[in-house]
């Protein structure tokens, strides 16, 4: 089966950078999604990471380690309007998308 | 709007009655997820579909629940007699890639 671990809450200050982590465990795995979601909203897509490495796209960036299982998604300077609850998702070989049980992240002015 | 789309937006049923959600996925895509979401938690996967065809659906799923792609096109979910458990969230994503979601329609079972 599948299962994913994200931390359940993240708090950081306006202006600050904040990294959320996600390892995974999968039958077989092809890519790891990023996701936000605020209150009452659908969750939006940020990035995906089928490879090893950093993908930056604009103040946020992902990385992949597919040998240690985790990747993590990295805010920069960091807004109001991100705080929202972020999800990390997996991708397996028959295309299904299971998703963590999301981090929500708390801004501090 | 060339997004996902999911009719209806909300709806409230009493306990035992049947309820049907529709999505009508961007039109070029050949994915189609429904997922189940509750407050607090990650969207909790139901079942998909490649074209028209199902391709898995989740164990935790009862056999009250149902959906359909009939013709590779929209996509219906039919619970059966609905229970107060089924309160939720029931989210659609499209997919040629990337994952997509609908709105979502919420469910209030009472």
């Known amino acids: 089966g599948q299962s994913l671990e994200q931390p359940s809450e993240v708090t950081a200050v306006e202006g600050a950078i904040v990294q959320i982590n996600c390892t995974y465990q999968?039958?077989?795995?092809?890519?790891l999604s990023w996701y936000q979601q605020h209150d009452g909203g659908a969750p939006t897509f940020l990035s995906y990471?089928?490879?090893?490495g950093l993908e930056e796209t604009g103040r946020f960036s992902s990385f992949l380690s597919r040998s240690d299982s985790y990747g993590y998604l990295l805010l920069q300077e960091l807004q109001m309007k991100d705080s929202a609850s972020y999800f990390c998702?997996?991708?397996?070989?028959?295309?299904?998308?299971?998703f963590g049980k999301g981090t929500r992240l708390h801004i501090l002015p | 709007d060339t997004g996902v789309s999911q009719d209806p937006r909300h709806k409230i049923t009493k306990r035992g009655q049947n309820v049907t959600f529709r999505c009508d996925p961007i039109?070029?895509?050949?994915?189609l997820y429904w997922y189940r979401q509750t407050l607090g938690q990650g969207p909790e996967f139901l079942t998909y579909f490649q074209n028209e065809a199902q391709l898995e659906k989740s164990r935790l799923l009862s056999d009250r629940f149902s959906a359909e792609r009939p013709k590779g096109s929209f996509s219906t979910l039919e619970i059966q007699r609905t229970e107060q458990g089924d309160s939720a969230m029931y989210l659609c994503?499209?997919?040629?890639?990337?994952?997509?979601f609908g709105q979502g329609t919420r469910l209030t079972v009472v």
């Open positions: 994503a499209s997919s040629r890639g990337r994952a997509f």
């Open positions: 990471n089928a490879l090893d």
């Open positions: 999968t039958s077989g795995f092809y890519g």
């Open positions: 039109s070029e895509h050949n994915r």
């Open positions: 998702a997996v991708r397996d070989r028959d295309d299904k998308i299971i």
